[in-house]
């Protein structure tokens, strides 16, 4: 199982950025997903999750400019962020806790993406 995000990039102050996060292999079923974002010299902290459900959560920083989405039939998820600040700036991680088969039946366990820059320009 692998999961992949994308989107991003750079954008100006005020401006507006999407991130997806697809999971990809033998996946039976996703649980939890979420969006964590580490900056320069900070600790990685979390930005938003999602359940299976669609049952939403934010950090008090982001709410109301960010929005968590995911679609199920397709192993994805979302990040939109609108009225982006400079302190935005960041890599932003993909986290799901994922059932995959095995061999033997399954497994659950969390999987964490690559990691993708958003740098906003004041």
């Known amino acids: 199982v692998q999961l992949q995000a994308s989107g991003g990039g750079l954008v100006q102050a005020g401006g507006s950025v999407g991130l997806s996060c697809s999971a990809s292999?033998?996946?039976?079923?996703?649980?939890?997903m979420a969006w964590y974002r580490q900056a320069p010299g900070k600790q990685r902290e979390l930005v938003a999750d999602i359940s299976s459900g669609g049952a939403t959560n934010y950090a008090d920083s982001v709410k109301g400019r960010f929005t968590i989405s995911r679609d199920n039939a397709k192993n994805t998820m979302y990040l939109q962020m609108n009225s982006l600040k400079p302190e935005d700036t960041a890599v932003y991680y993909c986290?799901?806790?994922?059932?995959?088969?095995?061999?033997?039946?399954?497994?659950?366990?969390?999987?964490w993406g690559q990691g993708t820059q958003v740098t906003v320009s004041s």
């Open positions: 292999g033998s996946v039976v079923s996703i649980n939890g």
């Open positions: 986290n799901a806790e994922i059932t995959r088969r095995t061999t033997w039946g399954t497994i659950t366990r969390p999987y």
